[in-house]
């Protein structure tokens, strides 16, 4: 693919003084644009914003499986064949125990996860005492994914010391359909407004491979955009057996940095954080996602996927020449 340099120099300058760039030009740069030509710029537009400091997360599957969605991509659902062995939501002194685990790692915020479509009761009244844990007996920040709940609850979760509330938008609305029936997209863009007029502060991004096209992976970003999310995690599709999209192809190393890249040109001051799939997609290339414009990442294990290790991370940034923003001294057994 050709790229006209001053096109492409003209964008940046733009990203750089504004908000991002426009609707079109994401679609250049997204099928016109040379790669290396697109991260030389990208990489320039995270020094700018962010520096040489990368951002480190880690999460818990905190309730496991039986979930009543039919996200099509998703191993927990109960609609398909693929639901890893289902368990019910851990104990608050569980919950806090998996975030120590981090806590001598380079990992500054740590995220309970629960399936299914929502917390409520003995429930909700158990993760909110592992928020308070965490943030009282951790130096980690805690962070929670557990679907749509209440404004009520989530300034419950803030009261008790709460860092990020987070809650994917997935992919476009117009692709939305053809991923998840049980629920629609406005009601996870409404849920996000909830959270942040709840006194939250908002984390959201996207699934990409799902057979979604340039055009829904802009409206994606777009739409976080709009929504003032400045926490975007970046995720891509590891297909799984009994899934509806069990036999799509993994998305290529080249085309997951090119996702990064646009969104970067699309949310310049947003932090982008690589998240599931990273070893899949970006297999010998992860280093190059820095580049794409990533200042954030995951370590540790996903959901229902292995992640890579805090010590492979740490090497991994070593060699990057980046350095993580919070660096704990490590306590030597």
């Known amino acids: 693919m050709g790229c006209g340099f001053m096109a492409i120099a003209d964008i940046f300058e ?53 979930c009543s969605e039919d996200c099509a991509y998703c191993a927990q659902s109960s609609h398909h064949d693929a639901t890893p062995k289902p368990y019910p939501l851990l104990k608050p002194e569980e919950i806090l125990a998996a975030a120590k685990r981090f806590e001598t790692s380079c990992a500054e915020n740590f995220s309970i996860v629960t399936s299914g479509p929502c917390v409520s009761g003995a429930e909700f009244d158990a993760i909110a005492e592992a928020v308070a844990l965490i943030r009282n007996q951790t130096s980690l920040k805690p962070c929670v994914s557990l679907g749509n709940i209440s404004a009520a609850q989530v300034k419950t979760l803030v009261a008790a010391g709460l860092d990020r509330f987070h809650h994917n938008l997935e992919t476009s609305e117009s692709f939305f359909g053809r991923i998840c029936t049980t629920h629609t997209f406005r009601e996870r863009v409404e849920m996000l407004r909830r959270a942040k007029e709840a006194g939250a502060v908002v984390c959201a991004g996207g699934l990409f491979g799902m057979g979604e096209t340039w055009g829904d992976r802009i409206d994606l970003a777009l739409a976080l955009r709009e929504i003032g999310v400045d926490n975007v995690p970046v995720n891509f599709l590891v297909p799984v057996p009994g899934t509806p999209l069990e036999n799509i192809e993994p998305l290529g190393a080249d085309e997951g940095l090119r996702i990064v890249a646009v969104l970067r040109f699309l949310l310049p001051r947003a932090t982008l954080r690589i998240c599931g799939g990273r070893p899949t997609t970006l297999g010998a290339k992860q280093e190059k996602m820095f580049r794409a414009g990533a200042n954030a990442f995951m370590t540790g294990d996903y959901l229902t996927t292995p992640g890579l290790s805090p010590d492979d991370d740490l090497r991994l940034l070593e060699k990057c020449g980046l350095s993580p923003a919070l660096l704990r001294p490590r306590i030597v057994t």
């Open 14 to 66: 733009k990203t750089i003084t504004g908000t991002g760039c426009t609707r079109d030009e994401a679609l250049w740069l997204a099928n016109e644009c040379a790669l290396d030509v697109l991260l030389k710029h990208t990489d320039a537009i995270r020094r700018h914003f962010f520096g040489n400091e990368i951002h480190v997360c880690a999460i818990v599957n905190a309730r496991c499986g039986a």
